[in-house]
């Protein structure tokens, strides 16, 4: 295996401002997430949690649980229900 597909299968614990965004995730108080990547060609992650429904949207949670895993993202802003930001 290259060394390239072993980084993309490395994942690290979360840290505690992302242990608190899952937080927010279980409490039904986050709405979307946007990831600013390190990678120019990714660019920005726009990233849906909860429908107008309030119900999770599963893909999203799994593609934040990948990208903050692999800590590959400069930056982190999630939108609450009650309109404010967590950013990281």
Known sequence: MSSSH???????ILDPKEQ???KQIRQKN?????????SKKIG????????????????GIKELKLN???KNYRS???NLKD??????
């Open 76 to 78: 982190v802003t999630g």
């Open 20 to 22: 608190e965004l899952f």
């Open 83 to 88: 309109g404010t930001k967590y950013s990281f």
């Open 68 to 70: 903050l895993g692999t």
């Open 6 to 12: 072993i980084k993309k299968l490395y994942i690290q």
């Open 30 to 38: 986050l709405v979307d997430v946007i990831i600013q990547s390190l």
């Open 44 to 59: 920005t992650i726009h990233i849906q949690i909860l429908d107008a429904e309030e119900n999770f949207h599963k893909e």
